[in-house]
């Protein structure tokens, strides 16, 4: 096969089965390691299993890693039998998690000074853009090294920037977070307001869809709120890991955040009220159960 | 003339003059009262101008009205002088403030009892809008009297919804100022946190636009804290008056509206620097001043 590349995964869950399922559906030779039991489309596909992330450092050239968290990806990169240990010059690691973008820059250096390059490259459009490979992909890192990647990258994603330097891609993903997080606090406010004087919140959402409040999540989320359908999508549990991120990188870089702070907290009283599996668009029931008044509810 | 229609207008300030001007420009007879000076554009045209809004009522089938605040709304329909006085059966009273919505209801009781009909119908897109007639209209009350009444606000806007009865186009107007102002304050916190962290904020608002993230206040008042332009536009001090009709009205419904208790103190921020004229996209600089840092600046 022409331009069959020497390809590693390192986390195999719900996005990285899917994601390294196209690496070696495209035809190229995947390595891949995962803590947990393998996914069926991998176990029973070409990919060839390797017992640690070292040794899928080894083999592969561009080594792909794909788990839930800061902590997670470090002891990944830098453990025993992690992937450090198994690179050699001129290898290249992607790491496609979101994490902190402060730690990344940390994580980067010491890759590249075993003579390997790094590029951070968190993804959102979550499971459904992971096996559609549809995800959009806001990388970190040097331009060459992008231009390396980038077919790669071509396999899993549609929208793929690159951002800037190492840490810009996580940055870019934080802020898309925190945006995201505050637009559907800002429709649950305009639509819980709407029904409670009265008007019919769809119809409001209707006729302020083409004007300045028009947003992607006033016509997704917005129609969630207004239709009570709070299937995920996207689960609560998982934006409170992002909106804590935030909060966190916030405080380390000595800046204020106050909406993503009380967006963060009406994120906690849904899952004090069993909603951590939520979508995150049930962040309007918080303001629900502020007011003692529901969407739709008689006013 | 054909169709020519006898139609009112009460308050002919920056937004009112202009709107009006296109009643008289469509051929209508027009019937003008203002409390100021007449703008010349409506002095020098066939516009007849009245000695009180009772004047205009009396003379008119379809009164329009245009002023500041629930206050003025209220004086110019039921003071001695007033619309309300000049009424008789039939006509009908359109009022196009961006005014309370449970003023509103109340308003249009009282002009009902005298066996006129009432529409509110607040406009969104500014002195822009009401110079090319692109306003944006929301309006509240029967049928029967928006499709009587709509060929004239043809004349003045072009997305022209109604929403529901009496008062829900005022709610669905506040609605539309509470998203606006918290998707200019997510956009604020995003970009500032990338700013800070090292990134290129024109660069992470690009990667967000087609995304999750995306928004028209993204795209607008994303690029205007990006390039620091920060002429109006729209004037803070109006949107300060927005969020106080939110606020308040929320009080009075009870219902809690964090994230707009939030932005309106920021607004506060900038007005307390000097920038009640700094257009509302400018709310990225009270958080700036609490960050001491702004964007652009080297992190």
């Known amino acids: 096969m022409k331009n069959q590349l020497k390809l590693g995964f390192v986390g195999l869950g719900i996005m990285g089965a899917p994601m390294a399922g196209h690496l070696v559906k495209a035809g ?7 803590r947990s039991k393998l996914a069926p489309e991998i176990a029973q596909s070409t990919a060839v299993q390797c017992a640690s992330a070292t040794e899928v ?45 402060i730690a990344t820059k940390e994580f980067a250096k010491k890759i590249n000074t075993l003579g390997c390059d790094y590029l951070d490259a968190p993804v959102s459009g979550g499971e459904v853009g992971a096996k559609n490979a549809t995800l959009s992909i806001m990388v970190g890192g040097d331009e060459k090294v992008f231009d390396r990647v980038k077919p790669v990258l071509d396999l899993m994603g549609k929208n793929i920037n690159l951002v800037g330097a190492n840490g810009d891609g996580q940055t870019a993903k934080v802020a898309n977070q925190i945006i995201v997080a505050l637009n559907i606090e800002a429709v649950a406010e305009a639509l819980l307001f709407a029904s409670k004087a009265g008007a019919d919140p769809a119809k409001v959402r209707q006729a302020l869809m083409g004007g300045f409040a028009g947003s992607k999540i006033l016509e997704v989320h917005g129609e969630r709120m207004v239709k009570r359908t709070f299937d995920p999508g996207f689960r609560i549990e998982l934006h409170q890991k ?33 909603g951590r599996a939520w979508d ?5 029931r918080a303001l629900e159960l502020m007011a003692n008044f529901e969407i739709g509810q008689k006013a």
């Open 280 to 284: 995150h668009s049930a962040m309007v």
């Open 57 to 101: 450092a080894q083999k592969a050239d561009i080594i792909f890693v794909m788990v839930p968290d800061t902590p997670d990806v470090e002891r990944v990169l830098f453990d025993a039998n992690g992937i450090a240990l198994g690179l050699s010059k001129g290898k290249v690691v992607v790491d496609m998690s979101s994490i902190s973008p």
């Open 28 to 34: 190229h030779e995947v390595f891949v390691y995962t």
């Open 242 to 274: 992002d909106l804590n991120l935030a909060l966190n990188s916030a405080r380390a870089l000595g800046i204020s955040l106050p909406n993503t702070g009380m967006a963060q907290e009406l994120f906690n009283s849904c899952a004090a009220h069993g």
